[in-house]
């Protein structure tokens, strides 16, 4: 099976909610000031779980509009690629509406950073939940 065909397994829906859930929390720790989660509406831990979901919503978005555009995304390097753009774009995405989802990019030089950490504990998530499924 293609990578495709488990886009719509709810257990790796969850582990990639986790795993970008946890890199938003690591990031504020790494990152000092320029990265901020919580504020007026969320703590830390509430606002690095919601805007989680939505990165991993948008993620989930762009993974379905590549199966709706027939996306060849077999290789590995293409699919690392693929989501390294992915969540480029979903973390600053994520961090406009930093009012809604308590997620804040002040210096949008991480940004690539978080991406390329977030791609690889996502791959890992994918290799733990679709190999023991």
Known sequence: MT???YMYNHLLYLGYWLTNSIVL???TLVTGNSVILGGDRFNTLEASIYAGFWLTFLIWVWWDFAIARKFKLDKGVIIFGFFL???IFSLVA???FHFFTGFELINYFWVLAIALLATILQRVAWKLIV???
């Open 85 to 87: 753009f992915v969540n």
């Open 94 to 96: 994520v961090s406009r």
């Open 131 to 133: 190999n023991r499924g």
């Open 25 to 27: 929390l690591l990031s």
């Open 3 to 5: 990578t495709i065909n």
